[in-house]
């Protein structure tokens, strides 16, 4: 069972993203929360699977909340995605380099949502469509902290190679191909990146790769 908490703050939008996830078999909502520090606490007390954060809420906003949740050991296994109204949202990419695991546009269709939470709750990332990762590369071109060179000191060859296959969207089956290995052997790899980069999921992958200039903007399969 995927349990859920929604965090938005408007009660229509909870209610029918409830009324929506409810009706899936194996997945459960566990908790609705309207401000970020209620979506923090719900976090820490029902420890879901899934945590889907609006952005924008009174108080603590999704930004702050995100980052109180991935900083907090108690919520390792909580995957947060992150709802915005547009998809140009300035603060998605600092959502994503705070630990959010991927975003979601509001009015996307009822079975994109669906795969999403699903996706999000398997450790990955919400970041294959095009737009999505051309938003990512447009706002890691202009980060603030680039990544110390030191820190993909640790990554042999292949496991650069991989980040940057990671960093293009590219999923186990696809890098697989791209490299000649077996989807068992490219998810080795992936996981073994992640261990050694400290990274939570697939998503913080996709930051590090653009963070570090192993991928540019525009350098889409």
């Known amino acids: 069972m995927i349990r859920v908490v929604l965090a938005d703050d408007q009660a229509l939008v909870r209610a029918g993203f409830r009324a929506l996830l409810d009706a899936q078999d194996g997945v459960e909502v ?26 924008r809420m009174p108080g603590s906003d999704g930004l702050a909340a995100t980052r109180r949740i991935v900083a907090d050991e108690s919520c390792a296994n909580v995957r947060v995605v992150v709802l915005t109204t547009f998809e140009l ?35 990955d990332a919400l970041l294959s469509p095009g737009v999505t990762r051309r938003l990512i590369a447009e706002f890691a071109a202009r ?22 296959l990671v960093g293009t969207g590219l999923s186990n089956e696809e890098i697989a191909d791209r490299l000649v290995v077996s989807p068992a052997t490219a998810k080795t790899h992936v996981s073994r990146t992640m261990i050694k980069l400290g990274a939570r999921d697939r998503a913080q992958l996709v930051v590090l790769a653009y963070e570090s200039g192993l991928v540019k903007p525009g350098w889409l399969p």
């Open 143 to 164: 980060a603030k902290e680039p990544v110390p060179p030191q820190r993909l000191a640790a990554l042999t060859g292949r496991e650069r190679e991989v980040l940057a």
């Open 89 to 123: 949202d300035e603060y998605v990419f600092d959502a994503l380099r705070g630990g959010a695991s991927g975003f979601l546009v509001k009015d996307t269709e009822p079975v994109e949502l669906i795969a999403a939470v699903r996706a999000a709750a398997r450790g």
């Open 30 to 55: 566990v908790g609705e929360a309207g401000t970020g520090d209620e979506a923090v606490e719900l976090a820490r007390r029902l420890r879901p699977d899934v945590l889907l954060m609006d952005v």
